[in-house]
């Protein structure tokens, strides 16, 4: 069965740095990948998702994540946080059809 | 357009009582889905339908959870009788074609049971 870790459950930055949220996976077939964002009082959006192709993807507001096959990974990175940023995001796997999702990072900007 | 539509908001119940969720979907979307996201963890699903018909209900709890989606369109989600554990966000989505690959969420419904 597919699934996926998120290494951190909070991640603080300061503004204008660098963002890295971490995801492995776990998948015994070619993973269909995805990050989500979930801000306060508001359901889930997708930010950026890889199928097939291209390793480095580009999603909304400035993200984009590396599908790394040899390292089982599929981080999400901005080069330069913005307050907006703050929220939970979420890395998900889908298998079967469905959705499996990572437990969330929460992500906070500093000043 | 139109995003994915739930109510209530909130909810507070006392445990053993029942309670009910409705979503509406994105228009013409077939596939529509609900999670339960417990503070601290991501959505787990609990349903996914086709059109009115049931995917995966794998992992509902079908002793006190059921779930419905009459005429393909609206679905509501019933707790009865409601434990301690049930306590969690309950978000439903929608996709266009059941591939999963972009889901559309609510802003679910947020049920405390004391």
């Known amino acids: 069965a597919q699934s996926v870790t998120q290494l951190g459950s909070h991640v603080s930055v300061s503004e204008g740095a660098l963002v890295l949220l971490r995801c492995n996976y776990s998948?015994?077939?070619?993973?269909?990948l995805f990050w989500y964002v979930q801000y306060p009082n508001q359901g889930l959006q997708l930010l950026l998702k890889?199928?097939?192709?291209?390793?480095l993807v580009k999603g909304i507001n400035g993200f984009e994540a590396e599908f790394k096959k040899s390292e089982t990974s599929f981080h999400l990175t901005k080069p330069s946080a913005h307050m907006s940023d703050a929220a939970e995001y979420f890395c998900?796997?889908?298998?079967?059809?469905?959705?499996?999702f990572g437990q969330g990072t929460r992500l906070t900007i500093n000043p | 357009e139109a995003g994915v539509a739930q109510s209530p908001r909130y909810k507070i119940i006392e445990k053993r009582q029942s309670v009910a969720f409705w979503c509406n979907p994105i228009s013409g979307h077939a596939t529509l889905y609900w999670y339960q996201q417990i503070l601290g963890q991501g959505p787990k699903l609990l349903i996914q339908?086709?059109?009115?018909?049931?995917?995966?209900d794998s992992q509902l709890p079908k002793d006190r959870f059921s779930a419905e989606r009459l005429k393909g369109v609206d679905s509501t989600l019933k707790i009865q009788p409601a434990k301690l554990e049930d306590s969690a966000v309950y978000l439903c989505?929608?996709?266009?074609?059941?591939?999963?690959?972009?889901?559309?969420f609510g802003s679910g419904t947020q049920l405390s049971v004391l």
């Open positions: 339908f086709q059109n009115n018909g049931v995917v995966d």
């Open positions: 989505a929608s996709s266009l074609d059941g591939k999963g690959e972009k889901l559309f």
């Open positions: 890889y199928t097939t192709g291209a390793t």
């Open positions: 998900a796997v889908m298998g079967a059809q469905k959705l499996v």
């Open positions: 998948s015994s077939v070619p993973p269909y």
